[in-house]
């Protein structure tokens, strides 16, 4: 299967001299297209700095990126924008919404930036993905006006605007109550499904036991890695427990 993301020896140093230290220690990390990957580690262990590189939000200190057949690091910042924008989504713990746009606006508002298609194009995308996440009929709402579940779906809605090749989520179920988080998973293994690779960033080994290959970090490095069975949505628990013991074999 053709890679759609690859790392070569990647180092990431935060501060100089005496306070300098290697937040990322010469990782190398494939993922394919099509693949759910999820990372987990210690905090301060490296992994939502390795989605950031590979994701080129962060700029790497040594070795490098491609995402597919382009090297990250010989583009300009616009270009690097726009391929982030137009092929990469991007699902965090906490969506950031514009408070003065309501949630359809705020989903639609990658696209519109795009400036390809016509405003009521997009609003029948954006509507339709608002269906399929099940928060369609509020599309008027104000973000305060919608809870923490219904959020994160308008975040996921806004990351698949432009029909990106591979999603980056960091911790998407970290402020979210147990049933809100599980009803989210399901749709990210759906969108992956659908043939949307997925890395995801997690501390929860339910979250990673629905993932195709689970990485742990440690000190800045991969430091093992479990491979799982693509999931089929029945042996959540059986999988668990295969994390878990991952987790523990790799000091987590």
Do not use: W
């Not at 070569?8 to 501060?15: M, Q």
């Not at 390809?116 to 305060?144: F, H, P, V, Y």
Request: glycine share 12%; hydrophobic share 45%; proline share 2%.
């Amino acid at each position: 299967m053709r890679s759609i993301i690859t790392g070569t020896h990647i180092v990431k140093t935060y501060g100089k001299g005496a306070e300098q230290a290697n937040a990322l220690n010469g990782i190398d990390v494939e993922i394919a297209e099509g693949e759910f990957v999820a990372v987990m580690g210690p905090s301060g262990s490296g992994k939502t700095t390795l989605l950031f590189a590979l994701s080129g939000m962060d700029e790497i200190t040594e070795g490098n990126v491609r995402f597919g057949d382009t090297e990250l690091a010989g583009l300009r910042e616009t270009a690097l924008a726009d391929l982030r924008r137009t092929r990469m989504g991007f699902i965090f713990q906490q969506p950031t919404m514009l408070r003065n746009l309501n949630l359809l606006d705020n989903i639609m508002l990658p696209a519109v930036q795009d400036g390809k298609r016509n405003t009521a194009e997009l609003a029948s995308k954006a509507r339709q993905l608002m269906i399929q996440t099940g928060i369609a009929g509020l599309e008027d709402r104000d973000t305060t006006e919608v809870s923490g579940g219904q959020l994160q779906r308008a975040g996921i809605c806004r990351a698949l605007m432009n029909t990106p090749e591979i999603l980056f989520a960091d911790e998407p179920t970290g402020a979210l109550n147990s049933k809100t988080a599980e009803e989210i998973m399901e749709l990210l293994v759906a969108i992956n499904q659908a043939g949307t690779a997925i890395m995801l960033v997690t501390h929860d080994a339910r979250v990673a036991a629905r993932a195709d290959r689970v990485l742990f970090t440690g000190d800045g490095k991969i430091v093992s890695g479990l491979t799982l069975p693509r999931f089929s949505g029945g042996d959540l628990e059986a999988r668990g427990e295969k994390v878990l013991a991952g987790m523990a074999a790799a000091g987590i």
